[in-house]
């Protein structure tokens, strides 16, 4: 199976790299550029890519708004997007998933990461750079922690899964840290994320630290 990919981003430069390297893979086709972000927009709902690669700074639109349009809260079919970034600042991670997207990676995290992210989104998972993650985690919320039980209608063991989630881990760590096979892992996930009303890990992640249980309380 081919992923299609679109790539965003304003410099000529970055775009023909990040399809060099997207490109190099096998299974993966950047099937559309984008100079700015309404020109994003356009293309990605006429050709439904995949994974859609957004740089945070662009023209017309920047990257949050163009995440907003294609995957935000609202939108019917949402596409997967994965934003792509010089600048690790949290307030474009906390703004880009909070829009909607997938992923959020550093240009800086080398050609292996940017590869994963991609086939991670599409598979409809989320990676996020190791670099921010706990830290963007944390800081997902405006409010600290609550205190106190948290009502939920969550097992100990998705609770479990919950807290390794919040903590970066991806689904074959959490199947060696909890012994549990690598399908139970995924059964657990979607069962989180339909119980709670979620869409992806990072949304589990971010109700694991609003509500003080990524830390094991």
Known sequence: MTI???VADDQAMVRGGLRLIL???????VVAEAADGA???EAARRLRPDVCLVDVR???LDGIEVTRALAGPGVPDPLRVVVVTTFDLDEYVYGALRAGATGFVLKDCGPALLVEAVRAAHQGDA???PSVTLRLLRHLTSHPPASGRVDHPLSNRELEVVRAVARGRTNQEIAAELFISLSTVKSH???VQAKLGLRNRVEIAAWAWENGIAGGG
Do not use: H, N
Not at 23 to 29: C, H
């Open 4 to 6: 299609t990919v679109l």
């Open 39 to 41: 020109e994003a927009v």
């Open 189 to 191: 996930v979607a069962g």
């Open 23 to 29: 490109e190099d893979q096998p299974d993966i086709e």
């Open 58 to 60: 662009m023209p017309r």
């Open 127 to 129: 990676l996020v750079s």
